[in-house]
């Protein structure tokens, strides 16, 4: 019997850390499974998707910029997925896919139960309106944030994903030029690729950050350092990269398609050793 197949499909996806990841859930919990990493441009993603299940693939993560293309390619969604608009869970069926999305309960999950965080009566800021932002934005409504400010370049993307939660009294679109009018927050996180220019200078005024405000970057490594280097300087209380949210999710993940959640606790300890190790000079 040939060992089930698992991918993460995306662009780019050679520095994803979900191959070690599952490896580490299947030794964990001696499920066996095959996970590989799938790099597919987006006019290549169907086709991609395709080969992958002709070749005994039975579950996949999706990353950027798939997400909402899987979604459309999906036979049933559950209810995140349906909620935020967009998929990063895929699990073969006997009719085709169905579709979940594992972002949101991974960072809240994260924020909460590893970093303390109560996130309870708080005005937040989220920073895009990409897959990313769709897919945690419900799940910080549900964890009972007061308000939600959503800023992206992009208005038509930020009103739409304000139009498709759906609670005009919580959630608030805004624009990048209204940043220095909003106020400060309790909370700041960055679902974009947001970087410094070629001045150095970083996009963002200092305004933005309340007393004890926090600040999260859903990425990880250097694609969070620029965000969270400005955070710190603007006098943000904690900073959060998102190796939490990536392990957190993946568990679920692992869990919708194995019905066993694994240890994600020694995961995150593991990368963040590794992490560590690899920022001693030697």
Known sequence: MSTPRYAVIGHPVAHSLSPFIHATFSRQTRIPLEYVAIDAAPDDFDAALAEFAAHGGVGANITLPHKRRAAALCGNLGERARRSGVVNTLIRTATGWDGDNTDGVG??????????????SRKVLLIGAGGAAHGVAPALLDAGIADLFIVNRSGDRTDALADALGEPMRVHPRYFEDLGTIGSFDLIINATS????????????????????????????????????????????????????????????????????????AVYAELRARESALAVPG
């Open 107 to 120: 960072l809240v999950r994260d924020l909460t139960d590893r970093h303390g965080q109560d996130l309870r």
């Open 194 to 265: 947001i970087a410094r220019s070629a001045d150095g200078h970083f996009p963002l005024p200092a305004s933005l950050i309340a007393p004890r405000c926090d600040a999260v970057d859903l990425g990880y490594g250097e694609a969070a350092i620029g965000f969270l280097t400005w955070a710190r300087a603007a006098g943000a209380d904690h900073t959060i990269d998102g190796l939490g949210m990536l392990v957190e999710q993946a568990a679920e993940s692992f869990k919708c398609w194995h019905d066993v959640r694994p240890d994600a606790d």
